[in-house]
């Protein structure tokens, strides 16, 4: 599996691209905007078809470009219930928008809860809730591959904001500590925003929540 990390939008949300050129399949992790221009030339190159789109969280930075991609490919959805009114009704996001940024409502295929494991790409996937950020906050962690893409739970250094509606410090602190600490010291830790790290980096040296 390919990991291909492709920043996008206005504050430089990071999408995840994941190619297999042998199984000439790939899954996209959050689509902020104008991300289908990189993700398009990509998947001609390696001869891929995009099956998945997967949301680590109804935040319109991380979901601005979904629906152009479903179009564009047909891929199928993933998300979290807890976030419905986010994917269904991106409106309510407006007050924190410029007004040149415009959101079209989004279907997700397949709600996802806590443990849940599913095959992609010739892997398991398992789901973990990290809620705290917002509700319906997920990570996607390939076990096999020692990765997590953690959307805003969890950053270099840092950890995501709680003072968004829905949010809180104390459910996204214990969210942090119970499903992305338990994971290997070197699980790869791939956020929505800046650079990647690792399980045991943050637990060891992170300033907000130390394992």
């Known amino acids: 599996m390919k990991i291909h990390v492709l920043p996008g939008g206005p504050i430089e949300t990071n999408a995840y691209l994941l190619t297999d050129a042998g199984r000439g399949e790939a899954v996209l992790v959050d689509a902020p905007g104008d991300i289908w221009s990189q993700v398009g030339p990509i998947l001609e190159a390696e001869k891929c078809r995009l099956t998945e789109l997967w949301l680590t969280h109804g935040h319109w930075d991380h979901t601005q470009d979904a629906a152009k991609v479903v179009r564009a490919t047909g891929a199928s959805t993933r998300g979290h219930v807890a976030d419905k009114h986010f994917f269904e009704t991106p409106q309510i996001m407006s007050a924190f928008l410029s007004s040149r940024i415009t959101l079209e409502p989004l279907v997700i295929d397949q709600w996802v809860v806590q443990g849940d494991r599913f095959e992609a790409l010739g892997q398991t996937v398992e789901v973990r ?8 906050n997920v990570l996607f962690y390939f076990e096999k591959e020692a990765a997590a893409f953690v959307g805003d739970a969890l950053f ?5 904001r ?7 410090r104390e459910q996204l602190y214990e969210a942090i500590s119970t499903q992305i600490y338990t994971m290997p010291d070197d699980t790869v830790v791939y956020s929505g925003h800046g650079p990647e790290t690792t399980a045991g980096e943050e637990k060891k040296n992170n300033p907000y929540v130390r394992g």
């Open 156 to 160: 270099a250094g840092s950890v995501g």
């Open 129 to 136: 809730h990290v809620p705290g950020h917002c509700p319906g």
């Open 162 to 168: 709680t003072d968004l509606p829905g949010g809180s």
